[in-house]
């Protein structure tokens, strides 16, 4: 394995993040249920981030990187571009800071996203464009107004910040007596992903982490095959929303080339699959893109017969009427 | 306060209990979100029983009372009635310990609730008749057989695992820094409460435990201010299926009408709209029955304004199209 001191994080900053994080955020637990291991042949543990304040992962990595701003910053304010998930933990954590927040969304982000976001005391603008376009006209906010840009990945504090998810999985399994053979993450940016592999390995060196990103958007399966950070082919759609990153970040990147097993590319049919499955054997609200760890597993699209899996269901953010119109379509999964 | 050696149920009950159940159960998260605070004008803190494996609290006094029978009893099979949740845990209880179960269920029952009981091994049968009759059914069968009776919630050793959901919810609040002034708890036949309270009131004693029942259903309502045991007026129908028991147990009676602040009668609407309500807000699935302790402080039933409120979400066993139907009907709860 890749010795840690060549990444750009370390597994102490994830250590620092935890202690960073601790007040506020909720340590997830990692749920089973046999009936869902019968019906992978795995013996299947999920990680609910989706119980994560604000719904989603992100907090950890926002607000590890809130924290770290200096009082003159504070006052000066944060920006950030997000699809929804990322907005809703800097308006959150930033309010926590009593910093103000602009963040800058995509006009088709879900409802939801965007009334939590001013819900948490956020300014919000809806963008339209796409999202280099976005990200673009964020950047000059945030230097127009003196304000620190929080980015959603590409970011060493995020980076340790989303690791503390990999911490937490190493703690449980060891309370569990498990060793997690194999390991999927949604994945956007790869931040979470990433940070996630940082900390298991540091326990478990030899547990493959795999990445799992929608179909038309798998940047970085391609990037790994690759050896470099390639493009999405622009056009694509995809129910999952909060995985649409054009190309993996430079950091994250550099991390998940050397620590990742692969990376699975997903169908919208198999997330939606997913989500009805968390919802019937585990009781919690998936959004498409934080159900497809789960769709790995019930894709078959690696062999897991009799393994130890842990699956990070990584956001829960989704329109109520989405969230039904999926039970409506697959009320068996 | 009433002291601990006059009830049917110790605090050392529920102590013991913890220990037997800890190695399966769920420690289930204390989970909470500004929004939801801002929407009750309180600090609300939902114990997410939904977590639960099963998929409900059921479990805990269910295998506290399997772990109990003695070998030559677990030779000879459980049987037990419910209307679903108890179902599950008991049979998911026997199969732990080795046990065969034969579980009644009345047809009415949803199907997710008789698929599941099956699916853990239990053989099912589904009965035609009022639950007067059913219980009676299933006692008969039991001697018949020589199995042992779980009954779903008047018997000590039931009571005491249920209370585990109060010893934790005093754990959690400890390590939060809060003093819980009002919680709410679903109840049915009252073990879940009473067990709660007891556990509760060991730490906190001056916290006001309440009851939550359907409309049509507040057997324990009218009970308490009777002062003696009355039977609900047969006909009423309530969407909480988990909640419909004709009267409170008599050892569970023992305990409610000495420890309880009161119970409180919740229409199917609000119900409705706490399901919804703990969807946007906490991302997990409840299902009706399971959601009416929320639904208590949504209604405004009781002032709580300011305080510091704790809630159990009892069970998250609910059939995908009718949670579909109440997504649909309360999109923005």
Redesign the interface.
Known sequence: MTTAETLPVEFADIVGAAARIAPVA????L?N???LD?LAGAKIFVK?E??Q?T?SFKLRGAYNRVMLLSPDERRHGVVAFSSGNHAQAVA?AARAAGASALIVMPKSAPA?KAV?TR??GAEVELFEGDRTAMQAYARLTASERGATLIPPFDDPHIIAGQGTVGLEIADAARALGITPDVVFVPTSGGGLVGGTAIALKKTFPRTAVYAVEPVGFDDLARSLAQGARVENVPGAKSICDALLVPTPGELTFAINRRLLAGSLAIADTEAERAV?AL??H?????EPGGAIGLAAVLSGAISLRGKTVVVVASG??V???L???I??R???A
Chains 1, 2 share one sequence.
């Open positions: 909720v340590k997830t637990p749920l249920c046999s009936t019968e609910a989706v119980l304040r719904g959150w939801i939590r819900g948490y009805a919802f019937n585990l009781k919690i609200v998936a829960g953010n329109d109520a009427a969230f039904a119109n039970l409506a697959h009320p068996t």
